[in-house]
């Protein structure tokens, strides 16, 4: 079934409140979202849309990514890894907090913001999620993340069951992300329990093909995306292979 939409391909923007039957003891996550330059991003959508419009979409996958986590009662705060100015004054402007990136890629980004979110909170889990994830449903994340609580460290795979887009610690536990190409195997031989929830599709649902940025929209984009997608040209299909 299609989640409620305004018009095809968007879904109603999500309630940026806590949801009212979650108790003081939901807030059990600070999740670390890592974005890059928007120059460099998505690279690969390259063969599917036209030039010039890759930045356009890949501050809004994050901007709706951040915005779907801030409404998850089980998160007690978004940390965005980034060096794009632009990326930061968009973020903030959600509220959530930026941190400068040490330039080492991406799971040292990762392990940097797992540090300072970690000593922010020290009772509370850290959390790594993507921030290509546009269709992204709070309602999901909070069953993931409700799957995340009892293992010291949890992930789960994203819908090509090769990578990952979530990884959880527990308090005090080192996050050890490993992402990139087929992170989940990587994260199975760290010792990291694979989490299996029913109906959480729109956290598996990462962006980096022209594909996976069709199924997104079937699944229901975010108000961000939602918003630049008109402007976006799409190439023929063939073009794109």
Do not use: Q, Y
Request: glycine share 10%; aromatic share 2%.
């Amino acid at each position: 079934m299609f989640p409620a939409t305004d018009h095809p391909g968007r879904r109603r923007a999500a309630d940026p409140r806590p949801a009212a039957h979650a108790d003081a003891g939901a807030h059990a996550w600070r999740l670390v979202v890592p974005v890059k330059p928007l120059s460099i991003a998505k690279s690969r959508l390259a063969g599917t849309i036209g030039p010039g419009h890759r930045p356009e979409l890949a501050l809004a996958f994050a901007l709706d990514t951040v915005r779907a986590a801030l409404a998850c009662a089980r998160v007690h705060g978004v940390l965005v890894v980034t060096d794009d100015v632009r990326v930061g004054t968009a973020i903030r402007a959600l509220g959530a907090e930026v941190v400068a990136d040490v330039g080492a890629g991406l799971n040292a980004a990762l392990a940097h913001g797992a540090r300072v979110a970690g000593a922010a909170a020290p009772r509370t889990g850290v959390a790594a999620l993507s921030a290509d994830l546009p269709a992204l449903r709070t309602e999901e994340l909070d069953r993931v993340l409700a799957a995340a609580t009892g293992p010291r460290r949890a992930f789960l795979a994203d819908a090509a069951g090769v990578g990952t887009t979530l990884l959880a610690a527990a308090a005090g536990v080192p996050l050890a992300p490993g992402f990139g190409g087929p992170s989940r195997a990587r994260h199975l031989a760290s010792g990291a329990v694979e989490l299996a929830p029913h109906d959480v599709e729109s956290v598996r649902r990462d962006v980096d093909t022209g594909e996976d940025l069709r199924a997104a929209i079937v699944l229901g984009v975010g108000a961000a995306t939602a918003a630049v997608l008109p402007s976006v040209p799409f190439l023929p299909r063939a073009a794109a292979s």
